[in-house]
């Protein structure tokens, strides 16, 4: 059975950061590109990020880039997105997937605000 567990949201300060981490089971992990997506209240599914299978790709919505770094550890089946310089935009739940059209993980909640 497919897995993934999102952690490391809450709330933080405009200009604060987070870092999210998702746990992966159930599949192989290191054979798949990994997305974040998000989904801020009242609105559709947002790609944010997308990293290659081995890591050594990444891309990023022009919305957080140069802001939040995506990466991942094919040891532990781990993905992670470094979010910095938070703003109020950026307040949604946040989910990792292997496809970013859709989701099947619980998320974890974001909110920046002051």
């Known amino acids: 059975e497919v897995q993934l567990v999102e952690s490391g949201g809450g709330l933080v300060q405009p200009g604060g950061s987070l870092r999210l981490s998702c746990v992966a089971s159930?599949?192989?992990?290191?054979?798949?590109?990994m997305y974040w997506v998000r989904q801020a209240p009242g609105k559709g599914l947002e790609w944010v990020s997308l990293?290659?299978?081995?890591?050594?790709?990444?891309y990023y919505a022009d919305s957080v880039k140069g802001r939040f770094t995506i990466s991942r550890d094919n040891a532990k089946n781990t993905l992670y997105l470094q979010m910095n310089s938070l703003k109020t935009e950026d307040t949604a739940v946040y989910y990792c997937?292997?496809?970013?059209?859709?989701?099947r993980s619980q998320g974890t909640q974001v909110t920046v605000s002051s």
């Open positions: 997937t292997t496809d970013p059209s859709a989701t």
């Open positions: 159930g599949f192989s992990f290191s054979h798949y590109g």
């Open positions: 990293i290659s299978n081995t890591g050594g790709s990444t």
